[in-house]
């Protein structure tokens, strides 16, 4: 089986040639890099990746991390990883020269972030976290607290956590009950319980960093009354140092179905006297500060999706170009050769779709981290807001599209696999659970749904839906005047009369019974999710017939060819059922809404 992680190809494909990301090189915060640097910080990346991540994939997720009452245990391969993230600086890759960091865009960190993803998922999550953990210290925290933890965290000697969910509550973050009374001293003394933390606790580095939302004793109910602390595993004393062990307890490691080399915690807070914490920002506003760690790991649970997708796809080509088995339909000879796997036409299918899925994930999470980028490093102000805007519209879709079908991707690639497919000599079934996982993280399906129909198409007077329209308008009339592209155009030009129907119909039904209208909330998330993609793909085929038509020819031909016939079979076949779909939504179909528990 392959050892390849992404197909190079394929990432200078989305950053290259999709996004342009050389013209980062023109705005002032990238003028000292070029594109030998972005390519010699990726290639550093995939040599960690293979070196210190991949290798001791599949035996973490056999040797999962174990707690004997006083420290947990992981396999120490995870640890030489962690310290060679860091050693590289990836930690701190995105930050300021000043601040130890390497200024790198937000585009080519991701890119990077996706390697680390392929090879070991469950380990790249510690530094995942931290980086997110790290940047809310960086925007929101008191320059003090800056001063006395940044630094750490950005070289590896601190990691970082996000404490959201309780025991009471999910997603409902208005109902959390972890409280926060205010000492003489200005600090906070923090209560309560969390679970389902992930890289809550561990021996990998000297300090753990938690970022906890709860409640200052006395604060309104719901959202409004929420704020968030800073409160580490160990004290840090002002000069530095490691003080006394911070009243926050491992409750237990819970077990899962994959990514089982992250810790998946729950934490108590305060069993004694209570946890020194430190107010982040200003009171009560700590969800709004949590939003954003919040809509960046949503974007980097979605490209792990992405990268497992991709890694269940090459994986899956690379057997089905190996296995000989049986003969083609046509054949009647019982003597004749047998063939490989790749020459049955319902396996090419099953690649195929696969492809779709995988590249229109990858391409789908770079570009929302284009867009991030493009909020803070735009060089006009219109461009930064406009970015921000559209990227807030499309978090659902880039964070559910991936998450959703890079688990099927993933089941595919058991199938092509066959009876080799579920044992665990192969990687495959590694990659299912792993995936399976990322529906969840960071909100369910149903969640984004209730947040794209419930808030997002409708706020700021659609502003960030009209920017979207525009967007996919502009390239359909592009794609109008290319005789390859013009097809799959119109294909794409009916799905969004469908969307843009559907949504004014849905919108509708909201203002007139939020309950009803928001029903089928997830419905319409999916069926936004694949225009999002079409439009993707449209894109992408666009760049490669232009490749084609400059002349592009051998293996290079055979890449751009690869691009146009996966982009026409998404346009014939996933936006098929589009209509009938579309017809459920807009006629408000209530038989879910309906159901009776007793019925169950």
């Known amino acids: 089986m392959t050892d390849k992680l992404l197909n190079e190809r394929e990432l200078s494909f989305q950053l290259y040639e999709m996004l342009d990301t050389e013209a980062l090189l023109e705005r002032p915060r990238y003028a000292e890099h070029d594109r030998a640097v972005f390519d010699a910080t990726l290639e550093t990346a995939r040599a960690i990746a293979v070196e210190y991540l991949a290798p001791h994939n599949q035996k973490a997720d056999a040797n999962e991390p174990t707690f004997d009452g006083e420290k947990v245990s992981l396999i120490p391969e995870t640890k030489a990883a962690w310290d060679a993230l860091a050693a590289a600086g990836f930690h701190a890759a995105h930050h300021d020269a000043e601040d130890g960091g390497l200024q790198l865009p937000e585009v080519v960190l991701r890119a990077c972030m996706a390697y680390f993803n392929a090879a070991n998922i469950a380990t790249a999550a510690y530094s995942f976290l931290t980086i997110g953990s790290a940047n809310l210290v960086k925007s929101f925290a008191s320059e003090t607290l800056r001063q006395r933890y940044l630094p750490s965290m950005l070289d590896g000697r601190y990691s970082g956590t996000m404490a959201l969910t309780e025991p009471g509550q999910g997603s409902a973050l208005g109902d959390i009950r972890t ?85 998946s915690t729950v934490l108590s807070f305060g069993e004694k006297d209570g946890a020194l914490g430190y107010l982040v920002g200003e009171a009560n506003k700590g969800l709004s ?69 995988a590249e229109g994930s990858l391409s789908l999470c770079l570009y929302g981290s284009q867009l991030f980028e493009d909020a803070h490093t735009a060089p006009e102000q219109a461009d930064r807001e406009n970015a921000a805007e559209l990227l807030d519209l499309l978090i659902p879709m880039i964070k559910s599209y991936p998450s959703k079908y890079g688990v099927i991707a993933s089941d595919i690639g058991i199938q092509v696999l066959g009876g080799s497919g579920y044992i665990r000599e192969y990687p495959l079934e590694q990659f299912y659970r792993d995936n399976r996982l990322n529906p969840i993280h960071e909100g369910t399906e149903g969640i984004h749904g209730l947040d794209l129909l419930g808030r997002k198409v409708g706020q700021r007077g659609g502003k960030g839906y009209q920017l979207f ?44 019974d939020a309950n009803l209208g928001l029903s089928n909330a997830t419905a319409y998330l999916d069926l936004f999710g694949r225009v999002v993609v079409g439009w993707i793909w449209l894109r992408q085929a666009l760049v490669a017939n232009h490749a084609l038509n400059a002349g592009a020819n051998g293996s290079e031909a055979d890449f751009y060819q690869g691009k146009l016939h996966a982009a026409r079979y998404f346009m014939d076949w996933e936006l098929a059922g589009l209509e009938a779909q579309a017809r459920l939504l807009g006629a408000g179909n209530r038989l879910s809404y309906d159901m009776q528990d007793n019925w169950f």
């Open 179 to 263: 409280t926060a009374r205010p000492a003489a001293d200005g600090t906070y003394r923090v209560f309560g319980q969390k679970m389902f933390i992930s890289g809550g606790d561990h021996e990998l580095t000297d300090n753990i960093v938690h970022m906890v939302l709860a409640r200052i004793d006395g604060a309104p109910a719901g959202v409004k009354g929420i704020s968030l602390f800073l409160v580490p595993k160990f004290v840090v004393n002002e000069d530095g140092s490691l003080g006394a062990r911070n009243d926050v307890a491992l409750a237990g490691l819970l077990h899962k179905f994959g990514y089982r080399n992250t810790t």
């Open 289 to 357: 500060y949590m939003f954003q760690m919040m809509n960046e790991a949503r974007i980097g649970v979605a490209l792990g999706a992405s990268a497992l997708a991709y890694q269940s796809y090459i994986h899956a080509l690379d057997y089905a170009r190996e296995r000989p088995q049986g003969r083609l339909p046509g054949s009647k000879d019982p003597l004749a050769p047998q063939v490989r796997i790749v020459e049955h036409a319902d396996v090419r299918r099953m690649l195929l779709q696969q492809k779709a899925y």
């Open 469 to 512: 329209l525009a967007e996919v308008r502009a390239s359909l009339t592009q794609a109008a005047a290319d005789s390859a592209c013009a097809p799959m155009a119109a294909a794409l030009a009916d799905a969004l009369g469908i969307l843009d129907k559907v949504t004014a119909e849905l919108q509708a039904q909201v203002a007139a």
